[in-house]
């Protein structure tokens, strides 16, 4: 889907903010709970530690709404002013209220209102798209997209091959209309007949807590590692090439690749199927591991003194459902201007 025509405004990237925890969970410290080593963890997914939000009283509308303040400082904007906040989450605060509407509050964006977006690690991706919805067709000016999630919670450390991937963190940008700049074209899938890679067992209608969900540790994530990150590979690369045929782009023609931070090892390969050098690859990857929505605003923020106007970028996602994407957008202001 193209995601608006020549009539229409752009839906540009305004403004960014980031939250981390103080907390390092390093690969040292998981040698010490479970039956691991940094060097296997290290090149097998080039982790080197992740963050965790240890205070029981703090879950996910803390850290996305730590990230809107942050953007809201940054860059000089009244919170008044939001009509929109879309929170992409699989870590909600609960099931309801949503997280948008504890952030609405928390952030005193009392103009605005909000909804989450659940799609595992391509929700960012996800939410962007539909904001962007919002400013294409004029009903907003000024949409608020947030990625954040606290792994930690649905982490089983007892799970050597999981708990060694993930990490907690949120990303929060602005959209505004541009003339010139902004999100060009997108490409999304779905394929839920291979759900059960990647999935959350109980705590839904299906399977609702009880004492068995429990015991049988069925409130943790559960992976099969192989065929998603055969998945990831092919659904990534492929989703990109797509994004670049679409819109006659070579690998010169890309500034910066914004990739999902799930595996190293998946983002050179996407990169070598664009044709991409390594300069050219956001990666934080070996500093917070999968943070799941929040990977990508966290790249942006990391390599915003790098972005000028005009830079071209794809933004690729790939997480559980199974559901991926990408999408192409023109950088829209200097980011060297509020460089943290």
């Known amino acids: 889907m193209s995601t608006s025509s020549s009539s229409q405004p752009r839906a540009a990237i305004t403004a960014m903010g980031h939250f981390l925890p103080e907390k390092r ?57 939001i009509d929109l906040i879309i929170v992409a989450t699989i870590t909600p605060d609960m099931e309801f209220p ?13 103009n605005a209102w909000g909804f989450d977006l659940a799609a595992a690690c391509s929700g960012f991706l996800f939410a962007l798209t539909n904001g962007a919805s919002f400013i294409e067709s004029g009903r907003a000016k000024r949409v608020l997209v947030i990625g954040a999630d606290t792994m930690s919670a649905i982490t089983d450390y007892e799970d050597r091959s999981t708990c060694i991937l993930f990490g907690d963190a949120a990303g929060a940008v602005l959209l505004e209309p541009h003339d010139t700049y902004g999100l060009q074209d997108t490409v999304h899938y779905s394929d839920g007949a291979h759900a059960d890679l990647l999935t959350l067992p109980a705590g839904g209608s299906l399977n609702p807590a009880s004492h068995e969900t429990v015991d049988q540790r069925l409130h943790y994530l559960k992976q099969d590692g192989r065929p998603v990150f055969r998945h990831a590979v092919t659904g990534m690369a492929d989703v990109c ?100």
Request: proline share 3%; aromatic share 8%.
């Open 25 to 81: 969970l390093t690969n040292a410290d998981l040698e010490q709970i479970v039956d691991t080593d940094d060097e296997w963890i290290r090149t097998r997914t080039g982790i080197e530690e992740r963050r965790i939000l240890d205070d029981p009283d703090k879950a996910t509308a803390y850290m996305a709404s730590q990230a809107a303040e942050e953007l809201f400082q940054k860059h000089d904007i009244d919170p008044a002013t």
């Open 241 to 340: 090439v797509e994004i670049m045929e679409r819109n006659d782009l070579t690998g010169d023609d890309v500034d910066f690749l914004v990739p999902h931070q799930a595996n190293k090892r998946i983002i050179d390969a996407t990169a070598n199927r664009m044709g991409l050098s390594s300069d050219k690859v956001m990666l934080n990857i070996h500093r917070y591991g999968n943070t799941t929505a929040a990977t990508v605003p966290l790249c942006l923020n990391d390599w915003q003194a790098e972005l000028k106007p005009g830079h071209n970028l794809v933004l690729t996602t790939f997480g559980g459902g199974l559901t991926w994407g990408a999408s192409y957008l023109t950088w829209a202001y200097d980011g060297a201007e509020y460089d943290s």
């Open 98 to 110: 949503s997280t948008a509407c504890l952030v609405q509050d928390s952030i005193g964006a009392q």
